[in-house]
């Protein structure tokens, strides 16, 4: 029984978002449940309290969140199973007291989204929307983290994007916002948000911009959909994994990413990053480990 522990619980926080956000909170003093796979790996944060639990583990899960009353939950790691745990630990969630779930979505969830993985996250906001809670939605877009990770041994993006346009959002900016609406999640009420960066990049301009801040050759090359196909077989990858691959690029070719948001802007005060701004970071300052929990 955890009555006596924080009110608000945050997954992820050994992660990039989940752990910038719980950084943030700690920063302002506010006391949080960091729930993580592995204790062992936890941030040490002031009036921060660690709970193992995993998303299909129910009585965990349970265990951890019992007396709280917001969750921050970051979605699952990408797997052919992830709907099902999504659901687990909601049940868990529902079962353990949580009024409130903050969830990080995708920017065209809908149930025939051309990002296959975005049908996920529709699913899981279906879900948590169904189980009663009070709910916020942050429907991230791509990050800009890893487009560096798009880019092959010889300099080139590959992929069916065609001249579409994609409002890539760095991780840093999508955490501020979360931070800003943990503190106040009665403020966020019901209310679904789309976090985007301030502008809208062809596959070439991303490039050319990751040309110029690396010094070195970057192009795009569009691929139709067989070619993009057959170029991942080398992977051996799941079916469900190739299908997510090569609908990133479809997704974009089809216009889905390119709305631009204010909604960062508009939570923090200020203004998300450009692509540009991100690649001038420190490489101390860039992110290192792999894509992503869309």
């Known amino acids: 029984m955890n009555l006596s ?15 910038a956000v719980a950084r943030h909170l700690a920063q302002l003093g506010v006391p949080q449940r960091l729930l993580v796979r592995s204790v062992d790996k936890a941030p040490y ?15 965990a899960s349970e265990q951890a969140l019992y007396g ?43 149930p025939d989204a051309t990002f296959t993985l975005a049908r996920d996250h529709y699913l899981t906001e279906q879900y948590i929307q169904e189980s ?34 994609v409002a890539i959002v760095a991780r840093a900016d999508v955490a501020r916002a979360a931070s800003v609406i943990l503190r106040d999640p009665s403020a966020h009420r019901n209310i679904t948000y789309d976090l985007t960066g301030p502008e809208a990049l062809t596959l070439t301009e991303i490039a050319q911009i990751l040309a110029t801040a690396h010094g070195r050759a970057v192009k795009f090359q569009n691929e139709t959909v067989a070619e993009a196909y057959e170029s991942r077989k080398a992977w051996a990858a799941p079916n469900w994994q190739n299908d997510a691959w090569v609908s990133t690029y479809t997704a974009i070719a089809s216009g889905e990413m390119a ?6 802007e508009t939570i923090t005060g200020q203004r998300p990053m450009t692509l540009a701004q991100f690649q001038s970071m420190s490489p101390e300052s860039a992110p290192k480990d792999r894509i992503n929990n869309n």
């Open 5 to 19: 522990s924080p009110s608000l619980a945050v997954t992820g926080a050994t992660g990039a978002i989940g752990g």
């Open 45 to 59: 944060l002031e009036k921060a309290e660690v709970f193992p639990f995993s998303y299909s583990d129910r009585s």
């Open 68 to 110: 709280a009353k917001t969750l921050f939950m970051i979605s699952a790691s990408e797997s052919g199973e992830r709907i099902h745990q999504h659901r687990t630990f909601i049940d868990a969630a529902k079962t353990a007291g949580i009024k409130h779930i903050i969830y990080t979505s995708f920017i065209s969830a809908a």
């Open 132 to 165: 009663g809670f009070d709910y916020t939605f942050l429907r991230d877009s791509f990050y800009m983290d890893f487009m560096d990770a798009l880019v092959g041994e010889d300099g080139i993006i590959r992929g069916p994007a065609g001249d579409g346009r």
């Open 259 to 264: 709305r631009i948001s204010q909604d960062i």
